[in-house]
């Protein structure tokens, strides 16, 4: 079976994502490895709402969702951050496709705390048939991160959390987190490697806040017998460049 690899385009790097970047995913995907892009979309949405005079809220990294938000992170991330994705990708002869977990229904959730965050999900499981239809007919899916409840109601995903389901569900070797900084800093030092026990002491400590929250807790959820690392890096460097922050599972202590 080819080699399977999870990007999660942080929507905080969209802007500034190179050429050089999406060439790099086309040679990925020539050299036969199979893709899977799952993007945010944080500063687009931010924008759209203050736009509309709607108060940006976030409760540790997580967006508060009242329908009315859920209704412009919708609009952004399918009319705005897909659709700019796939037509990159799609210009430079990839076969990109634009998915989301909700009209495809692959994205099963339950959500979070409604009376605190509102329609915020976490995920239960991700279907994955319609992505292995996808990755079977040479397609690369790119995924917003929506997700449907049991009793159908449409909710709001950390794009992290929906990116380390994804990677999990599809047994990817590579997950490879993409955003604005270029690793995890602690006390303004860049950690080359974090395990579990690290990143629970820095979140406890505050050294690790905000949207760096899901991307790192995410991750570890991600870690298996399949995938024994995963890399959160910057955008602004070619993604085969060994550079940004490993998370890995540590060394069990006999
Ligand atoms: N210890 C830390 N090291 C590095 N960044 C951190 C740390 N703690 C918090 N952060 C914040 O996490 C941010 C990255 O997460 P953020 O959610 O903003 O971006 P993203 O996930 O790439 O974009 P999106 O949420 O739109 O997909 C950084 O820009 C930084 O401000
Ligand atoms: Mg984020």
Redo the contacts with the bound molecule.
Sequence with gaps: MSKRTVIKI????LAELSEEFYKGLIERQRSGEELIIVH????AINEQLERANIEVEFDN?LRKTTAQVLTIVKDVLFHQVNQSIVSQLQALGMNAISLNGYDHRFVHATLLDEQRLGLVGDVKAVHTDVLETALREQMVPVVSPLGLTECGKQVNIN??TVASAVAKALTAEEFIVV???DG???QAEKQAKLNEKDIKKFIEQG??????IP?VTGALNSLSDHLQRVRIVSGKQRLTVESGTVIEKGTLVP
Excluded: E, Q, R
């Design positions: 942080g929507g905080s790097m945010g979309g944080g500063p990294g794009a992290d955003t604005d900084v995890v800093y602690i050294d690790i806040t905000g949207g760096m991307k």
